[in-house]
């Protein structure tokens, strides 16, 4: 089973994937996280991204497209995987068509006020990479390994609205453009209960394929 993941930066989309991937086995797919990891190897790509990135711009479509098809060529990608953070727009859709089917589409919904509260609450470990929240009390280090907690830089305010900006110009009208498999979920109570009915949904798109 193949899923994709739509909804504002900052609504939760990278929770909801960890319990969709636990339950379904699914490998997770974030494009942004796969360019961090690149331009923190130093290659080319992914530091070329990192300067769209921290404008909180999006990365030109013929590198997005490059690092998701090295993506999904490895093995493992072959038992299923769920997208999150592409596709960004229409353009990236129909080249996505063309290189993976996609099963079924959840967008999560969340206001915007509240997408900004939680992304500048953000802080994530600079050795491990794991995620924290000053809004459930995130110290200066991470508990699982001592690193130290950062701020990304287009987590800033800024660049938020830039990104938010895009989000609602270019990524929105996927929504109707996947209207034939999509579920949508508003994320304004805990994960556990915005997943409820996201497992129901999933278990029927499952017996279904
Ligand atoms: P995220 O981790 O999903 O918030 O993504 C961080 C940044 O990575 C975005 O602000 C973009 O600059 C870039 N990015 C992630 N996914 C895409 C995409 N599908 N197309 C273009 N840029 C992307």
Redesign the pocket.
């Known amino acids: 089973m193949n899923l994709m993941l739509l909804g504002m930066?900052g609504s939760g989309k990278g929770t909801i994937s960890k319990l969709i991937t636990e339950e379904f086995g699914l490998v997770p797919i974030?494009?942004?996280?796969l360019?961090?990891r690149s331009a923190a190897k130093g290659e080319e790509l992914g530091l070329e991204?990192s300067r769209?990135?921290n404008k909180?711009?999006?990365?030109p479509?013929v590198l997005?497209i490059q690092i998701l098809k090295n993506r999904l060529a490895e093995p493992d990608c072959k038992e299923g995987f769920i997208l999150?953070?592409?596709?960004?727009n229409i353009k990236?859709a129909k080249a996505l068509a063309k290189i993976a089917k996609i099963d079924a589409v959840i967008a999560i919904e969340l206001p915007r006020e509240e997408c900004v509260k939680r992304l500048l609450a953000r802080r994530v470990c600079s050795k491990c990479g794991e995620g924290y929240s000053t809004l459930l009390g995130a110290g200066d280090t991470c508990t699982k390994c001592g690193g130290k907690l950062v701020q990304r830089d287009?987590d800033k305010l800024d660049a938020i609205n830039t990104?938010l900006e895009v989000y609602e110009k270019e990524t929105t009208p996927l929504i109707d453009f996947y209207s034939d498999r999509l579920l949508k979920v508003s994320n304004d109570k805990s994960p556990s209960e915005t997943y409820k009915p996201i497992k129901n949904f999933l278990a029927k798109v499952g017996k279904n394929k």
């Open positions: 930066q974030s494009i942004g996280e360019f961090r991204a769209y990135m909180g711009e999006l990365v479509d997005t999150d953070g592409f596709p960004r990236q287009d990104r």
